[in-house]
């Protein structure tokens, strides 16, 4: 083993440079700087190589973590690169977006009494000196196949499959109903987690390999899915989910009570420079409330934040340990400013045309159900009030109708309305429709989309060369 290493015993951990919190909640920059070359591979050495890398199993896309924090202690990047992206398309996004709280590093064996090393922080280090210095290549196969694939949705699921597939060979196309490619990345994530250049510079490449986009394409309107199945030997429905999850309570109809996806794409065209309604949805001079407490709720806050609002409150119907977001976004809200109202769900919305209040009441977590999470249930006699001018409800999201949306009766949904594929093909009830990310799976992380977007094109090569061979057996014959 590499003297280089294990030196978790005697060196500390230790995180790129974070901006005060003064300083960050004026702007919509990233807060964390980047890694010096003697910082990353010092933090890379502490990794204790251990037999049964943990950070690699509760990694989604099983990246070789290990290996390649070996490889960084010993200044070979470029090897540490090929590593890192044999199993990850996005390493520099997952580097800044994964909560790597409950993922690798939250379950690093040095974790408990040394501190975890800094993955998601290496990870970002290598790639961005990766593109750097020119190692970051378009995926240019080297033979073409005559078969062509249609990928709709152009976020990390489509994305990922789309470069694998191309990577092999085949012509690929991408539908996708927004300006921009990228999906969520592009308008869900503000600037501050990932600037939106880091998603463009994909964009880039994957053009550049030759994946051909079309934007402000919408199915259902522009073709029909049965119209694109027709153009391609595959398809491949990797949509996400976008539809908000409602929440009834009198007074919900008031103004200044708004989705949270609504929210953050306003505040993310106003970075990117588009055309948006002077004081659209803009939190300066407001008292916000937001509703939930996912990795989307923090991101509102955190918006809200720098927007310049008059006080930020996030209301969370359960206990900090219980809350599904990451707790290190957590604690970069608290840091800005953020008063976390735990405990505590709405009831309704007082106000004479728009919103003024937030009635709620107290919560208690009661016994566990089938899963294991306890129950909230309501306190009696808990209500209270909080001044709001703002309400973003940010509790989830669903599928939209896809059989409808895309005048394809024929496509199996679940109860819950994702779309029903095998789990093993990741093929949907109609030949040669594949499905992947969110849509399938449900609202869940870019790192999940990734990895289903790759297992996505492992089928459907597979499907492709079957189809092949037997177009091949039926000429001979």
């Not at 920059?29 to 003697?38: G, H, S």
């Not at 190692?135 to 694939?149: A, F, M, N, Y």
């Not at 895309?406 to 040669?432: K, N, Q, Y």
């Not at 869940?444 to 790759?454: E, I, N, P, T």
Request: charged residues 25%; glycine residues 10%; negative net charge.
């Amino acid at each position: 083993m590499s003297e280089k290493l294990l030196k978790f015993v005697t060196i500390e951990q230790e995180m790129p440079e974070k901006r005060g919190a003064e300083s960050r909640r004026h702007d919509f920059d990233e807060i964390y700087a980047r890694f010096d070359p003697k910082s990353a591979e010092t933090q890379a050495s502490r990794c204790s190589q251990c037999g049964i890398p943990f950070c690699q199993v509760h990694c989604p896309l099983h990246n070789n973590i290990p290996d390649w924090l070996m490889l960084t202690a010993e200044g070979r990047l470029e090897e540490a690169y090929e590593l890192s992206s044999a199993t990850n398309n996005f390493p520099e996004i997952c580097g800044r977006i994964c909560p790597q709280d409950r993922l690798c590093e939250g379950n690093c064996v040095i974790e408990k009494g040394f501190s975890s090393v800094t993955i998601g922080s290496v990870e970002k280090y290598i790639t961005d000196t990766a593109w750097e210095r020119g190692w970051v290549q378009p995926p240019l196969p080297e033979r073409e196949i005559d078969q062509s694939v249609g990928i709709i949705g152009a976020g990390p699921a489509g994305l990922a499959a789309a470069e694998q597939l191309r990577r092999k060979g085949y012509r690929v196309e991408i539908y996708d109903r927004y300006d921009r490619v990228g999906g969520l990345m592009i308008y869900g994530i503000p600037n501050f987690k990932l600037e939106k250049e880091i998603v463009a510079r994909r964009h880039k490449l994957l053009a550049d390999g030759g994946i051909v986009f079309h934007q402000n394409f919408e199915v259902g309107r522009n073709a029909s899915l049965a119209d694109l199945r027709a153009r391609h030997d595959a398809m491949l429905i990797a949509t996400g989910v976008y539809k908000a999850r409602p929440l009834q309570a009198p007074g919900i109809g008031l103004a200044n009570i708004v989705q949270a996806l609504d929210y953050l794409t306003i505040s993310n065209r106003r970075g990117l420079g588009d055309a948006v309604a002077e004081g659209a949805l803009d939190a300066a001079g407001k008292h916000v409330v937001v509703i939930g407490g996912g990795d989307t709720a923090m991101d509102c806050v955190r918006t809200a934040v720098r927007q310049g609002a008059l006080s930020v409150k996030c209301l969370y119907r359960r206990d900090r340990k219980n809350m599904p977001g990451s707790q290190r976004e957590v604690n970069h809200a608290e840091e800005e400013g953020v008063e976390f109202v735990w405990l505590a769900s709405p009831q309704g919305f007082a106000g004479n045309g728009q919103v003024e209040a937030v009635l709620a009441h107290r919560i208690h977590l009661g016994v566990g159900d089938s899963t294991g999470r306890q129950t909230p249930q309501i306190v009696e006699d808990s209500q209270f009030t909080l001044p709001a001018d703002l309400v973003i409800l940010a509790l989830g999201f669903d599928p939209e109708d896809m059989p409808t949306l895309f005048e394809a009766p024929g496509l199996a949904v679940s109860r819950w309305g994702t779309i029903r594929a095998d789990h093993r093909t990741l093929m949907t009830s109609m030949d040669g429709v594949f499905a992947a990310g969110d849509i399938v799976r449900g609202a869940s992380l870019v790192v999940w989309a990734v990895r289903d977007g790759r297992d996505a094109a492992v089928s459907i090569a597979r499907y492709l060369e079957k189809s092949a061979d037997r177009t091949s057996t039926m000429a001979a014959e």
